[in-house]
């Protein structure tokens, strides 16, 4: 956890959050983008594009930054690469864009209220972490900014253009 | 409506897996060269299944090389 105080005295955690901050902003663009350019295609074709220019950005970093030719993963790193790939990146790749499809870039930005309560759910059940007291009253919290976004939503849908 | 919630809960569930799959990959993979693979790996797993449903790939290519003529003329 972060804490205000922590900002000032310990400056990497403000980078950090700095990040996260560009990160979702980055990321909220992409998305509004998306919605507005990709219309008509098929969504898993928008996501192997994205995720291929994503690729040969960040594969000309790799060879400026880091060595792969010394590395020795064995089997199981391959598989675990390979199920990342898959799983954490494909997956959700085309899912956002289906989303994004039938939804919007607004609806899909709901995502960011569900994350945390995954993750905790995920730590809780599958990594045996239990949630704090703290955690625990973010969740209502969060079911209420939900509530609010959708309410939103619903009340532009009606409204006559 | 539901069917948008059911595609956000497992979006949600992906990424959630996939984060824990990169710390399992810490140690083993350089951290660029883990988003690197996995963009390239998941653009290969995105193309396969648009070639076994048939679905166009092309005009996506198209719509990019389109975006990024207006992104240089912006600039």
Known sequence: ?161 | MQLNYIIMLFYCGALVSGYELVTLLEGTFPPLTIAASRALIAAITSFGFCLLTRQPIMPAFRRLVQGSRLLASLS
Request: net charge positive.
């Open chain 1, 1 to 161: 956890m972060i804490s205000p105080a922590d900002l000032f005295d310990q400056p990497s955690k403000g980078y950090a959050v700095l990040m996260i901050i560009f990160g979702f902003a980055s990321f909220a663009l992409a998305n509004i983008l998306a919605e507005r350019t990709t219309g008509g295609l098929a969504p898993a074709a928008v996501a192997g594009v994205t995720m291929l220019s994503a690729a040969a950005v960040l594969w000309i970093v790799v060879f400026l930054f880091e060595s792969v030719t010394n590395l020795s993963p064995g089997r199981e790193g391959w598989l675990q690469l390979a199920g990342l790939g898959i799983v954490g990146s494909a997956l959700p790749g085309f899912l956002l864009y289906a989303l994004i499809k039938r939804a919007g870039a607004e609806f899909t930005s709901l995502y960011g209220y569900v994350m945390p309560l995954f993750g905790l759910m995920v730590g809780w059940l599958a990594f045996g972490r239990p949630p704090q007291h703290t955690w625990l009253l973010g969740i209502p919290v969060t079911f209420v900014g939900v509530a609010i976004v959708q309410r939103n939503l619903r009340g532009r849908r009606k409204a006559p253009e």
